[in-house]
């Protein structure tokens, strides 16, 4: 079992920045995919970013890409997303998932992810 706690978020203008860390706690090492979604109100839960911990490997959606940057401290057992530029339309509820994705598709695919944290919420305002 693994649980995952995410914290970081916030309210922050326009252009301002936010890093959000998900803690790991059980038992993590088979858990190699590890991702961000975020979902806002009305919508559905949209993939933002994910991390190969085995291999280093990163993704990231298109509205993010140049912007974001997931990394991993697996010492601490936790994943980080650093969020720069943001705009309005990147407030959402965030979430930290882990899983067993191995191909690029599955790793943007919140089904492939067995374990998600409650979410933190991030508020980007004009």
């Known amino acids: 079992q693994v649980q995952l706690v995410e914290s970081g978020g916030g309210l922050v203008q326009a252009g301002g920045s936010l890093r959000l860390s998900c803690a790991a706690s059980?038992?993590?090492?088979?858990?190699?995919?590890m991702g961000w979604f975020r979902q806002a109100p009305g919508r559905e839960r949209d993939f933002v970013t994910a991390?190969?911990?085995?291999?280093?490997?990163?993704y990231y959606a298109d509205s993010v890409k140049g912007r974001f940057t997931i990394s991993t401290d697996n010492a601490k057992n936790t994943v980080y997303v650093q969020m720069n530029s943001l705009t309005p339309e990147d407030t959402a509820v965030y979430y930290c998932?882990?899983?067993?994705?191995?191909?690029?598709?599955?790793?943007?695919?919140?089904?492939?992810?067995?374990?998600w944290g409650q979410g933190t919420q991030v508020t980007v305002s004009s």
């Open positions: 991390i190969s911990r085995s291999g280093g490997n990163r």
């Open positions: 059980g038992r993590t090492l088979s858990s190699d995919a």
């Open positions: 998932a882990a899983g067993f994705a191995h191909s690029a598709y599955e790793f943007l695919s919140p089904q492939e992810y067995s374990y």
